[in-house]
């Protein structure tokens, strides 16, 4: 398994100090976060932003990575009691330290208890489905502990045996001769894979994996007012830990669709109204569709293009509140394209008797200002 160099996934020089590490750190961090970012690898790229601060901001790790670099945070930095019982080498105290806290830690190797993976599920949801919530049942492939054998890898009535190989340390230790002296360096034991024990009748049934593949029904809960993007997490739905550890997450994305007439802009929704000429000059009653039905909207007489009505508590409920937005009607002034003479015959005589006073206070001084440009543009 290759791994990036820590200095490079902060993105800092060698020489970094503290506080550029910290502040490379915090950026990422809230780049990658999964809360925030929802590229597909942001997840991967957060954790190894967190592994990479979590070594570099220790000065003890930092200086052991800097020496030995992926070995030594292999080797669990020296948990294990660091350079106890060395303190007699005088000089040589600082470097033996290293080298025995570092890579003769006792339970350096042995491989502890791992979180579960994470798993993500992309669900697509209506509009409608979003605005007023929704039980969905959703089906994930995803990996359990072996029913069998209950995830230790033996066939029932087997137990898996300790490893002869490390005689279930996890580790073996290998004596090296360096211009220093000698050396004792610890890795996980090959035999066992760091796990103590190893089975020597495989489970049947996971053929000694330990986990199965099944595809699990699980109902879950959309609350009223989610959006497009948001994530709900089932804690414990992820995959099962390792060695004792807890089960990851499941983080189901959502991705809402369109609405035909609505459109969202927070808890708002926003509707665009057309209405002819007549309507929006005369005024009028009309019926406006909201998410709960058409309702009656009135339009003043003299209703400008563009200009937007409020329905109150017609929008989406706020997340876990019963609070909901307003629908924004827009209205839009549409001209006809398509007449029969007597329309036209109608319209050519108000056009003759509106003259300028329709055009209202603003736009008739505007539109003098034109007349004069012209005039002066034409002499
Ligand atoms: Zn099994
Ligand atoms: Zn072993």
Redesign the pocket.
């Known amino acids: 398994m290759s791994k990036r160099d820590y200095y490079e996934v902060l993105g800092i020089p060698r020489s970094a100090d503290d506080n550029a590490i910290k502040s490379a750190y915090r950026k990422l961090a809230r780049q990658y976060h999964p809360d925030v970012n929802k590229a597909g690898d942001a997840e991967e790229r957060f954790k190894e932003v967190n592994e990479a601060y979590e070594v570099l901001s220790n000065a003890e790790k930092r200086q052991m990575y800097d020496r030995y670099g992926h070995a030594a945070a292999q080797s669990g930095f020296g948990q294990g009691a660091p350079g106890a019982g060395f303190g007699g080498f005088g000089g040589f105290g600082d470097i033996f330290e290293e080298f025995f806290g570092g890579f003769g830690g006792a339970r350096g190797a042995a491989r502890g208890p791992a979180r579960g993976t994470d798993l993500r599920y992309d669900l697509d949801i209506t509009f409608r489905e979003a605005v007023f919530g929704t039980e969905k049942e959703i089906e994930v492939p995803r990996l359990e502990t072996c029913p069998q054998c209950q995830g230790s890898g033996a066939e029932p009535g087997t137990q898996p045996v300790r ?10 230790r290998r004596a090296q001769q360096t211009i220093l002296g000698q050396f004792v360096s610890v890795t996980t ?10 089975v020597t009748s495989p489970c049947t049934t996971c053929r000694g994996q330990k986990r199965v593949r099944v595809t699990r029904k699980l109902s879950v809960s959309i609350p009223a007012g989610v959006d497009d993007g948001m994530r709900i997490r089932l804690a414990g739905e992820g995959e099962p830990g390792e060695r004792g550890g807890p089960p990851g997450s499941l983080y189901v994305v959502l991705s809402v669709k369109a609405h035909r007439l609505f459109q969202r802009h927070e808890n708002d929704i926003l509707l665009e109204l057309p209405v002819n000429i007549v309507q929006a000059t005369l005024g009028a009653e009309v019926d406006v569709p909201t998410l709960d039905g058409n309702t009656k909207l009135t339009i003043p007489a003299g209703t400008q293009h563009g200009t937007t009505f409020r329905l109150r508590g017609k929008g989406v409920p706020a997340l876990r509140s019963n609070r909901r937005g307003d629908q924004l009607v827009t209205v839009r002034v549409v001209v006809p394209d398509r007449i029969n003479d007597k329309q036209r015959k109608l319209l050519q005589e108000l056009g003759e008797s509106l003259g300028l006073e329709s055009l209202g206070k603003n736009n008739r001084s505007l539109f003098e200002k034109l007349l004069d440009a012209v005039g002066d543009a034409f002499g």
Not at 163 to 172: K, L, S
Not at 189 to 198: A, D, H, K, V
């Open positions: 490893c002869p190989q490390c005689h279930g340390t996890g580790e073996v034991c090959p035999r066992c894979n760091g796990e103590r024990e190893i």
